[in-house]
């Protein structure tokens, strides 16, 4: 057996991770400013060559040439998606506000606070207004940031869009590397900022915890006792968490209703009624859904992948601190950065396959390669996991005060390095796995979704049957890979080792937001070539890129669940250690826990229901406004007059922010009054029911959409009598319903699944002495 290092001797070990956190946000921030800086350098000029793939001869109509109608079409989208941004983010930052004001008066006023005795594991009296200073700090911090992730994914989205387009006039690799350039600004940004952010939170807060209020002893029953000094300071910097989670959710929700609505209106009038291709520069609506695509996919997934970096992160932070053997070097209780620096390391490194070592010559190259960096980063990552998690933790490490009692533990009496090493492996493979086998269940390359495709001969009815068939059935292999992983997880480490799982599986987010950034690029891309009218050969290229980037948006879409799920599960570990039931457990049989089993798995459907709803309500005011349009001003249809594009934008944007409020306030409201009105142990019982039921419901609704979308794209390539038959129409059908289901209420919720957990376990402290006499009594919690 390796032993493993002797971390607790080795002087350099503390300043090791420091180095190890800090450079790699610093090379994963220059990385990305050199891929900023590659597309900026793209030569925007449209030039008639031996290679170009257009005609320039041939003048657009509308009398503009195409390098005019190109930038102009451009300019209107990055005009629509600031708009948008802006709006929603005064949104955003009103919440923080008002949110941050009952945050701080609630956790001051608790008395559960100070140090956290090793042989209680329950914290003692102390100064509660501090802590939730610095919580609100923290809270703060992390909105802003997630609000920044957003911002700097949509902003580099829109300005890539245009040069991938250029790009693709002149052929195919120039084409793939604009935008798989574009993904890698806004996915190495953001990871890296995120890391770099909380480091210094932790740095800067540790002078006022540890430094300050260090003493490793405290006095119980009249005798000095252990402590764990990390634990409320922790806690404390979970506030960073709940503000990234809290800003995605608005994200998710907002983004997904906006482009979906502009989707569903454009698809169902134009090319449904009107029978004219998509992004055809006649819908009135084509430009808010080119819009939709950044503010959704691009704002909406950036901001919920930093949001489960911050909760993954802050979950292990806190577990960790329930060890004293981990708690004896600074430098161990810095693994769970230490393992999302790694990451960054090992994405740079695999970047360069796609763009320099193996680019994209020809469209049947480019899903091999987008493929390839997922394999690749999981296969560079493995040994350097191993590495770190020799060099970084103890031989051997026990949680809590008892062990054998203790259900964080698990079922292993001591851990090992060894053991966190499989659990971030698992993690990892399992995220891998499961972005294969949602491929599988979503790309046109395979037969699932040939056979709904098939499916259109007989009309849209057969193809929803099919589509809702196809997406339950493909949660089956990732729950039960999520299941193995929970199992090794928590039989090794604990819930100390599930939260590790989840940083394993997140740890390649940076390529995962890289093609998750590369799919909405291309697709405004074709959106471009379309109403600049460049041509069949240049949409062909588009299109098949877009067409690879729905699979990978799928696959990226299963990576966010699967740690979702985990970090879920490990914040719930956290929040049953916070409310001191770790010892006893929770007791399913209760009838009060029981009861809000129930209700918790309940939750996931009334939250997609009010965001399906929304989207039909937004959508509904969109059909009405394109049909108007194309009623009432005359000469759309032959090209001669311009749509009214500015106001189906205005329409978008105003239900969307309007629509989100109700959806939103559900998810954070339901917790805090589950744990105020009905006890701590309520509450527990409705968190294990919403993430049961989640994460099944999240996966079939994000399958079963992106195989109606490529369904769609399966039989516009020729395929069942292609473009504008019936079966196309078909399709089109299916692929309107699933808009919604997979880009506004499967991928939203993953963030119901984190944010109600870190909710509950940052109010915890809270719930306990603000609880009801009724609701303590109904959940076993002892009177006040």
């Keep these: 057996m390796i032993e493993a290092a002797s971390i607790t001797d080795n002087a350099g070990a503390e300043a090791t991770a420091i180095v190890l956190i800090v450079a790699s946000s610093i090379i994963g921030l220059v990385f990305a400013g050199l891929q900023y800086y590659k597309i900026k350098s793209i030569d925007m000029t449209l030039n008639q060559t031996e290679e170009s793939l257009v005609n320039y001869d041939d003048q657009p109509s509308g009398g503009e040439t195409h390098q005019e109608k190109l930038k102009n079409i451009s300019e209107a989208i990055q005009l629509g998606a600031r708009s948008f941004l802006k709006a929603e983010y005064s949104i955003c930052a009103v919440f923080l506000a008002v949110f941050g004001i009952i945050l701080l008066v609630l956790l001051g006023t608790a008395d559960n606070c100070g140090p956290v005795p090793v042989s209680t594991g329950v914290p003692q009296s102390g100064d509660c207004w501090a802590d939730a200073g610095f919580t609100l700090l923290a809270f703060l911090i992390g909105g802003v940031t997630s609000m920044v992730c957003g911002l700097v994914g949509m902003l580099i989205a829109v300005y890539t869009n245009v040069r991938c387009t250029v790009e693709a006039t002149r052929g195919w690799t120039g084409a793939f590397n604009a935008a798989f350039r574009g993904g890698a600004v806004m996915g190495f940004c953001l990871s890296s900022l995120g890391l770099l952010v909380l480091y210094i939170v932790i740095e800067v807060y540790r002078i006022y915890f540890v430094s300050g209020h ?68 006649r819908n009135p609506a084509t430009i808010a859904d080119n819009v939709g695509d950044n503010v959704g996919d691009i704002a909406g997934m950036g901001a919920d992948l930093f949001g489960s970096f911050a909760e993954s992160t802050s979950a292990a932070l806190v577990l960790s601190a329930t060890s004293t053997q981990l708690q004896e070097s600074y430098a161990t209780m810095l693994f769970p950065l230490v393992i999302s620096a790694m990451g960054i390391l090992a994405c740079i490194l695999t970047s360069f396959v796609a763009t320099n070592i193996r680019p994209v010559r020809d469209g049947a190259q480019v899903e091999t390669v987008l493929k390839t960096q997922l394999v690749l980063s999981t296969i560079i990552l493995t040994p350097l996991l191993a590495l770190v998690s020799w060099f970084f933790l103890p031989a051997d490490f026990t949680f809590g005060a008892d062990p054998n009692a203790n259900s964080i533990q698990g079922t292993a009496e001591v851990s090992h390095w060894w053991g966190a090493f499989i659990c971030l492996a698992c993690g990892l493979w399992a995220g891998l796995f499961t972005g294969l086998i949602t491929e599988y269940y979503t790309s046109y390359s395979y037969s699932p979704v040939k056979e709904v495709a098939a499916s259109s001969e007989t009309g849209a009815a057969t193809v929803i049957i099919y589509g809702l068939a196809l997406g339950y059935k493909s949660a089956i292999i990732p729950v039960f890979l999520f299941a193995l992983t929970i199992f090794a997880s928590f039989y090794l480490c604990g819930l100390y080792g599930v939260s590790l799982a989840a940083l394993g599986m997140l740890s390649s987010f940076s390529i995962g937001l890289t093609i998750d950034g590369y799919g909405p690029i291309t697709d405004n891309a074709g959106g471009l070539a379309e109403m600049a009218e460049l041509g ?36 719930f570990g956290a929040y049953v250690s916070r409310i001191g039931a770790l010892e006893e457990g929770i007791n399913i049989l209760s009838p ?53 594009y500015a106001r189906c934008v205005e329409i978008s944007t105003r239900a969307s922010l309007r629509e989100m409020i109700a959806p939103s306030a559900l998810v954070i409201l339901a917790p805090i009054l589950t744990g105020y009105l009905f006890g701590v142990f309520a509450l527990a019982g409705y968190l294990a029911g919403s993430l049961v039921s989640a994460v099944q419901l999240a996966i079939s609704a994000s399958n079963t959409g992106g195989a109606w979308d490529n369904s769609k ?22 692929d309107t319903v699933g808009d919604p289901l997979k880009d506004t209420s499967g991928p939203a919720l993953n963030i119901v699944m984190k944010l109600q957990a870190i909710i509950s376990l940052v109010f915890a402290a809270s719930f306990s002495r603000f609880a009801l006499p009724d609701g303590q009594a109904w959940a076993g919690y002892p009177q006040n």
């Design 214 to 281: 260090g003493e490793e002893t405290t006095e119980v029953d009249g005798e000095q006792q252990p402590v764990f000094i990390y634990l409320i300071f922790f806690e404390v910097v979970a506030g960073y968490g709940l503000g990234g989670s809290s800003i995605a959710l608005f994200g998710r929700v907002g983004g997904g209703i906006y482009t979906k609505a502009a989707d569903v209106g454009a698809d169902l009038v134009g090319k449904v009624e009107k029978n004219i291709p998509e992004d055809d520069p």
């Design 713 to 734: 794209k399966f039989i516009e390539q020729g395929n069942f009598n292609g473009k504008g038959s019936e079966n196309h129409k078909a399709a089109v059908v299916g």
């Design 536 to 571: 069949e050969n240049v949409r062909h290229i588009t299109d098949t890129l877009d067409a690879a980037g729905n699979t990978t948006a799928a696959i990226g879409k299963g990576f966010a669940i699967g740690s979702a799920a985990l970090v879920s599960l490990a914040l």
């Design 592 to 644: 009060i826990t029981f009861a809000f089993l129930l209700i918790g798995a309940m939750v996931p459907y009334w939250f997609s229901a009010m965001t399906m709803k929304s989207v039909g309500i937004a959508a509904q005011a969109m059909v009405m406004e394109v049909r108007e349009q194309f009623n009432t001003i005359e000469g759309i249809m032959e090209g001669t007059a311009k749509p009214d």
